[in-house]
């Protein structure tokens, strides 16, 4: 496993050449651990954040901090809101498309046809049918979608950047390692990372070696990048974590690296060099400790339960996530992956649809919020399913649909979520929203509203810039009280 990369924050290319080898260069079984754990902008500036609870307002208090842990779906290319959740079977045929409606469990609900094991669980989860932003393009609208906040440079094709604006997960990372948010972690979270993601979407860049933003820390530097698992739990030989064969051996390693950082003259002990210690002690942590290896150990569930998740990509990422939540992770992010599908169907939508996309996503999500339920974690857990953008709706030469920002379907569970609800609507062709629009912003106060994290939280980028964590307004109407 290593981490994704990015790019190194300004900061770091004023160390000499000597230093980074010096820091970089003393691995454990030929791995360099800081990068296991942090990524390699670890040298970036450590910003401070303002206090994360503000409760002055009465309205929302009821529903503040009601998730202890959060999970996100994230699918990656965008899935058609009209071909799945929001269809308009009275449209033309153009926007229309092939699929019918079917009834849910829930009176008067309808999902595509393609969906039937979550027709039979929408009592489960929520949708908003009136989700918004304008940006069209990918990586910007992925950046937006998975950190509530636009772009800096909204009208480009941006790569990773030091300064984007941080993921929920580095929000978490961020909060929990400074003690300003404890999210009532099970006692072996002391032991994992606050924030995990699960497979790579594009296998972490496209054709053109395009680093996505928007999965990473950004301003608040790499040593609060989710820890990132590239490999997909489907693959042959899944191992997230390197083999440790002797402890003892690799105690000794810890040993002879605190001797060789003794003999560090102060002068070469900068602040960068400094913050990798704490990137190697969490390293050894995370390799030596039993209880940490076994959270990932995939092979320890029964064979029928592997193969009810699906033997995807997707769906025993879903099971994988299910381990860290009711392990002590509060915030797990699976990404759809690239392979032979994902969502972003510009031709042969129907067909992928029909064929890959719905039956791997009905599988895996449907039993995903079967186990939560069944294991008693729906009621303080938040899923949060989502895209960066709709469909068009108008069918293209191609029969596929194209990108379309201005409106979009995104669904939540669990966290008091109620289940059945439909918050906004769309218009009579899923184009734009009808009622109740929903922007970025919104949701990403709403998730960290329910995470206990006030949306005002300041948190302050390597030049002591003040940001507020959302710009948003929880959503009212889907939180109760």
Request: glycine share 10%.
């Amino acid at each position: 496993m290593s981490p994704a990369p990015h790019g190194l924050p300004a900061s770091a290319a004023t160390h000499s050449r000597r230093e980074w080898l010096r820091a970089g260069g003393l691995t454990t079984f030929g791995l360099s651990l800081p990068q296991l754990w942090a990524g390699q902008s670890r040298a970036a500036a450590a910003p401070t954040s303002a206090g994360t609870q503000k409760k002055g307002a009465q309205k929302g208090t009821a529903s503040f901090g009601r998730a202890k842990r959060c999970l996100v779906l994230f699918m990656f290319g965008a899935p058609a809101h009209q071909d799945l959740w929001d269809l308009k079977p009275h449209a033309p045929s153009a926007v229309r498309g092939e699929f019918q409606p079917i009834p849910s469990v829930v009176p008067d609900l309808f999902v595509g046809e393609h969906l039937p094991r979550l027709a039979q669980r929408t009592d489960r989860f929520a949708q908003i049918r009136s989700v918004t932003h304008p940006d069209n393009t990918h990586t910007v609208a992925m950046h937006y979608m998975l950190t509530g906040r636009r772009h800096l440079r909204p009208a480009t094709n941006p790569q990773n950047s030091p300064d984007d604006f941080p993921c929920f997960g580095a929000v978490a990372q961020h909060l929990a390692r400074r003690g300003e948010w404890r999210p009532g972690q099970a006692a072996l979270g002391a032991h994992l990372p606050a924030a995990v993601s699960l497979n790579a979407p594009a296998n972490q860049v496209s054709a053109n070696n395009h680093i996505f933003p928007g999965f990473f820390a950004g301003f608040l530097g790499g040593g609060f990048d989710p820890l990132f698992v590239p490999q997909n739990a489907n693959a042959p030989g899944f191992q997230p974590l390197p083999p440790v064969e002797a402890t003892s051996r690799l105690q000794s390693r810890r040993g002879l690296l605190t001797s060789l950082e003794h003999e560090l003259s102060a002068l070469e002990r900068t602040r960068p060099v400094r913050e990798l210690t704490g990137d190697y002690a969490r390293a050894f942590e995370l390799l030596s400790t039993p209880q940490v290896r076994g959270a990932f150990a995939l092979e320890d569930e029964t064979p029928e339960v592997r193969l009810a998740y699906g033997q995807t990509p997707f769906g025993q990422g879903c099971l994988l996530a299910r381990r860290l939540l009711e392990r002590g992770v509060p915030l797990v992010t699976v990404n759809w992956e690239r392979d032979d599908a994902y969502w972003d169907t510009h031709a042969k939508n129907f067909i992928d649809l029909r064929e890959k996309l719905c039956p791997n996503l009905d599988r895996g999500f449907s039993v995903l919020l079967d186990d939560l339920a069944q294991r008693g974690l729906m009621d303080d857990t938040l899923i949060v399913w989502q895209g960066e953008f709709g469909r068009t709706p108008q069918i293209n030469n191609a029969a596929g649909r194209d990108h379309w920002a201005p409106c979009n379907t995104v669904l939540l569970a669990g966290a008091g979520i109620p289940g059945g609800a439909v918050y906004g609507s769309s218009d009579r062709l899923a184009a734009y929203p009808a009622s109740h629009p929903v922007t970025p912003e919104d949701l990403s106060a709403t998730i960290y509203h329910l995470l206990g994290i006030a949306p005002e939280t300041t948190l302050r980028d390597s030049l002591d810039r003040p940001w507020p964590l959302s710009q948003g307004e929880p959503v009212w109407g889907l939180l109760g009280a």
